[in-house]
């Protein structure tokens, strides 16, 4: 049985979805990152970064316990574990790889912070809201052109690129997005949010979120307290 720490985010439910989809007997704990659970000594243990999503898997690779963080190394050993979700040919794979690094390396941080500015900054600042809005509307362009060429983003088969990506556009309309723009965007999303496993994985630990709306969640997660030696 696999332990996943994670808590209701676009990068928890990526791994909450590859569970779900792969069929894997796993269990939640959560970790609530706007009450600082992130911070335990033992939680950085397995997640040095103090990021939510982490895994504990008893059966590792050797047969030995394996512990992991950040969600897209998380997703390749888990398409690794299983045989699924990873392309079968070297291409395919390196495909899928090169989106995964798109999302890992440019739509999660930059969306993250599209989200920052526009919803949880104590200020407006015009010129960082236009720089992240204007970057996401950028990004969904590259999405929706290859998925004008293609069904799922790394070709015809739907893969763990989709699965990291997916959550992030959920929040689409924080992010400034219609997806009436991205008619391409729009039918891969009506498809992913079609799937049961999906269905299921966006809901896990969903009922534990509170909106991050109180000071001790915003110093938490923005301020000094992210910044202290640990
Ligand atoms: N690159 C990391 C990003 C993880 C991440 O940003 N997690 C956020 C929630 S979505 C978090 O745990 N934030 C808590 C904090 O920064 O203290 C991954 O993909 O796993």
Redesign the pocket.
């Known amino acids: 049985m696999i332990d996943v720490y994670s808590?209701a985010?676009?990068?928890?439910h990526?791994v909450h979805i590859m569970l779900e989809e792969c069929g894997l007997p796993y269990t939640a704990h959560a970790?609530d990152?706007g009450a600082g659970d992130?911070?335990t000594p033992e939680f950085l243990k397995i997640s040095p970064?103090?990021?939510?999503?982490a895994i504990v898997d008893p059966d590792g690779p050797d047969g030995q316990p394996i512990s992991l963080?950040?969600?897209?190394a998380?997703l390749l050993y888990l398409a690794g574990k299983t045989g699924r979700f990873l392309g079968e040919t070297t291409r395919e794979k390196y495909e899928v790889l090169q989106w995964l690094m798109f999302q890992?390396g440019g739509l999660?941080p930059m969306l993250?912070q599209a989200h920052h500015f526009r919803l949880y900054a104590p200020e407006q600042i015009e010129y960082a809201v236009n720089r992240y809005s204007n970057e996401a509307r950028r990004l969904y362009q590259v999405m929706d052109k290859q998925l004008g060429q293609h069904a799922y983003l790394a070709g015809e088969d739907y893969t763990i690129a989709d699965i990291a990506c997916f959550p992030w556009t959920r929040s689409h309309k924080n992010q400034g997005i219609d997806l009436a723009d991205f008619p391409n965007v729009k039918r891969w999303f009506d498809a992913i949010s079609a799937r049961p496993a999906v269905q299921r994985g966006v809901s896990v630990l969903a009922d534990k979120r509170k909106p991050l709306q109180d000071d001790k969640a915003r110093e938490?997660?923005f301020g000094k307290s992210?910044y202290q030696k640990r």
């Open positions: 808590w985010t676009p990068n928890g990526k970790i990152i992130q911070f970064n103090n990021k939510i999503p963080f950040e969600s897209g998380i890992m999660g993250g938490l997660l992210q």
